[in-house]
């Protein structure tokens, strides 16, 4: 009997259903084509519940997402609802319950994508940041003392623990030396201001590069690496890098990659349940209009195969994407296209092989 696994579908808010459908979509054709099976099960979560019922992730719900393989999540955000409220109470708590202490943001650059760098294509913008992802200032440390007052004082503190920062950099090592590309890793940090969390860091990766000596090992102030992002993007093959640096250089690498509507993330927990998302939010003037670039969903869906082991199928919806990309699309922007999300959908899958 071929393998199935059990998927947990997020779709979310705004657009986040019509990119989440197209991926199932192509994931189901991938898999058909390589033998094994998803059972995808909808769990309602989003601004709408909260809207109706006041609950954004519910222990229940949080308990029956423990036994899935994988999550695979849209987009959460919505217009009525206080900031904050869905980003901590739904995508923050997932990330810190489920212990997904890796974000990993693929930066690439596919070709007849276009990207705001002058004289930079495919060859030169692909790499990958490997951002923690349950520590730092996300860590919810701090408070306010005299609040409201003249006097008042908000501290909010960078929680870096070792446990944390090894895990996060020996995966990191890891992923390095089996991309197989140059074997470059680079810590992205602030060790010329934030001397005490580091401090910690740099110790740490000077420590553990020792047990991997074809890892070439190298070190950037995160204010030089948005620079060089933008200057000489071929310079970096593996970045890791905490919590805050990692949410805000992922932001700038998706944009010399062509968009939001091509970047796609997975929250992984290497020993337990892992989720993938398009990197993008819920862009509520879009939504129900078909016109949604569901790629960065559909590469989410392949980062998730490869997550669960299915290689051969996840390389097979890449180079779908890749074929689309070079015969029919025109541009990454919603309405843009050339084609509705769903016929963008059927283009991957029917490319398939
Ligand atoms: C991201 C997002 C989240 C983050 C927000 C929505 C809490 O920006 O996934 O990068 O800051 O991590
Ligand atoms: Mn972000």
């Not at 109470?89 to 930066?107: A, H, K, T």
């Not at 929680?159 to 020996?170: A, F, Q, V």
């Not at 980062?303 to 990454?332: F, H, P, R, W, Y």
């Amino acid at each position: 009997m071929s393998i199935s696994y059990n998927i947990a579908v997020i779709k979310g808010d705004g657009t986040g259903p019509e990119v989440i459908d197209e991926g199932v979509k192509v994931i189901n054709a991938a898999a058909s084509l390589y033998d094994f099976s998803l059972d995808f099960i909808d769990y309602d979560l989003g601004g709408q519940r909260f809207l109706t019922t006041g609950e954004t992730l519910p222990d229940s719900v949080l308990e029956e997402l423990r036994h899935a393989n994988a999550i695979y999540l849209g987009a959460i955000g919505h217009p009525d609802v206080p900031p904050g409220t869905l980003e901590q109470g739904i995508l923050l708590r997932l990330r810190f319950e489920l212990d997904q202490y890796v974000n990993l943001r693929p930066v690439k650059l596919y070709p007849n994508v276009e990207t705001p760098i002058k004289n930079k294509g495919p060859e030169e913008i692909d790499f990958l940041v490997v951002r923690e992802n349950t520590e730092g200032f996300y860590a919810g440390s701090g408070g306010y003392f005299k609040k409201g007052t003249a006097d008042e004082v908000a501290i909010q503190e960078s929680i870096n623990t070792r446990k944390g920062i090894e895990r996060l950099l020996r995966y990191a090592f890891e992923m390095t030396r089996s991309r197989g590309k140059r074997k470059k890793l680079t810590l992205c940090g602030k060790t010329n201001v934030l001397t005490y969390a580091w401090g910690l860091w740099m110790r740490t990766f000077e420590e553990i590069a020792n047990e991997y000596p074809d890892v070439h090992t190298d070190y950037a102030h995160v204010d030089a690496i948005c620079m060089w992002f933008v200057k000489n993007p071929e310079w970096f093959d593996v970045i890791a890098t905490d919590n805050m640096f990692g949410d805000i250089i992922t932001d700038l690498g998706a944009m010399i990659q062509g968009g939001m509507g091509i970047a796609a993330g997975g929250n992984i927990n290497p020993a337990g349940v892992s989720m993938f998302e398009p990197i993008g939010g819920s862009a509520p003037k879009y939504t129900g209009k078909n016109v949604i670039n569901p790629l960065a969903g559909i590469l989410a869906g392949s980062l998730m195969l490869e997550t669960l082991g299915q290689k051969a199928a996840a390389k097979s919806i890449e180079d779908s994407v890749v074929k689309t990309l070079s015969n029919n699309i025109k541009s990454l922007e919603a309405g843009k296209m050339g084609y509705s999300t769903s016929e963008v959908g059927d283009l991957v899958a029917k490319y398939l092989s």
